[in-house]
C-alpha cells in the first residue's frame, strides 16, 4: 500500500515504539497521524507542534474512551495497535489481577479498538499493524502472563485478517526480540531501536506484508516452532528480554 497522503492513528504514541512510529510515519509523508494516549501531558512536544499530528486521549482498556477516540478520527486509514503494558511475576504465585491486565491491554485493548475503527478502515481498504513480539511464541521466565497475552494477541490478529482481508484491508503482525526503551531497561543483552522496528512495518505495509519479523530473534523465535516446546529459549541458552 501507499504510505503517503495516509491518515494513521496510533496507540501508545507517547514514547518508545509508539513515538518511533509517529516520526516515521510523518518522515513518509502522511497527511495526518492521530497520536493516541492516556496522558497527554506525556507527549513529546516537538512531535505535538509538528501541524499534521492530532492528540487523542485514549485508553484501550476503556470501551467508552475508544469509541470516543474512533469518533474523533474518523478519516483513520491506518491504525497502529501499538499500546502494551509488561510486568514481571510468577504464574504460580504472581499477581492474577496484573496477569488480567496485560490482557486487557495487550489483547482486549487491540481488539476493541480494531473493531472501534474497522468501518473506517473497510471504507478506505486500509491497514491494521498490531505489535506484537517474538514473546508470542516462547514464555520467558517470569514472563509468562505477557507472553502468553502476546501469543492470544497473536492469534487475535490472524483472525482479524481473516475477517478483514474481504475488505481489501491489510492486517500487519509486528514481532521483535528487545527493542532499547524503557520496557526492556532491565535486559542487558543486544537490543534493536524503535526506529529499526516502525521502520520496518512501514516497509511492510508498502510491500503489503502479513507479518514482520523485524530481527534475528524474531526470525529464531518463529522458527522454533517447529522443534520442541519453548525450544528458542534452548537455542539462546537462557531468557530473552522481548
Avoid at 492474577?96 to 491486565?101: D, I, L, P, S
Wanted: net charge negative.
Amino acid at each position: 500500500m501507499k504510505i503517503s497522503d495516509q491518515v494513521v492513528f496510533v496507540t501508545g504514541a507517547n514514547r518508545g515504539i509508539g513515538r518511533a512510529f509517529v516520526s516515521e510515519f510523518l518522515m513518509r509523508d502522511v497527511g495526518k497521524v492521530y497520536a493516541g494516549v492516556r496522558d497527554t501531558r506525556t507527549v513529546d512536544q516537538q512531535l505535538a507542534r509538528d501541524p499534521r499530528v492530532e492528540i487523542v486521549r485514549v485508553n484501550v482498556t476503556d470501551p467508552d474512551e475508544v469509541a470516543r477516540a474512533a469518533g474523533q478520527a474518523p478519516d483513520t486509514s491506518i491504525l497502529v495497535n501499538n499500546a502494551g503494558i509488561v510486568a514481571f511475576d510468577s504464574l504460580l504465585d504472581g499477581s492474577v489481577a496484573a496477569m488480567r491486565q496485560q490482557f486487557e491491554t495487550n489483547v482486549f485493548g487491540v481488539l476493541e479498538m480494531t473493531r472501534a475503527f474497522a468501518p473506517t478502515l473497510r471504507a478506505r481498504h486500509g491497514a491494521v499493524v498490531n505489535v506484537l513480539s517474538a514473546a508470542a511464541w516462547f514464555s520467558a521466565p517470569l514472563n509468562g502472563a505477557y507472553c502468553a497475552s502476546k501469543a492470544a494477541a497473536w492469534s487475535i490478529t490472524n483472525g482479524l485478517r481473516m475477517e478483514l482481508e474481504p475488505a481489501g484491508v491489510l492486517v500487519q503482525s509486528l514481532h521483535f526480540g528487545a527493542v532499547d526503551t524503557d520496557f526492556s531497561s532491565g535486559y542487558d543483552g543486544p537490543k534493536i531501536t524503535a526506529d529499526d522496528v516502525a521502520r520496518a512495518a512501514l516497509d511492510g505495509l508498502a510491500s503489503d506484508a502479513a507479518e514482520v519479523l523485524v530481527d534475528p530473534d524474531a526470525r529464531m523465535a518463529k522458527a522454533a516452532l517447529t522443534g520442541p516446546p519453548n525450544g528458542f529459549l534452548e537455542q539462546m541458552g537462557e531468557g530473552t528480554g522481548a
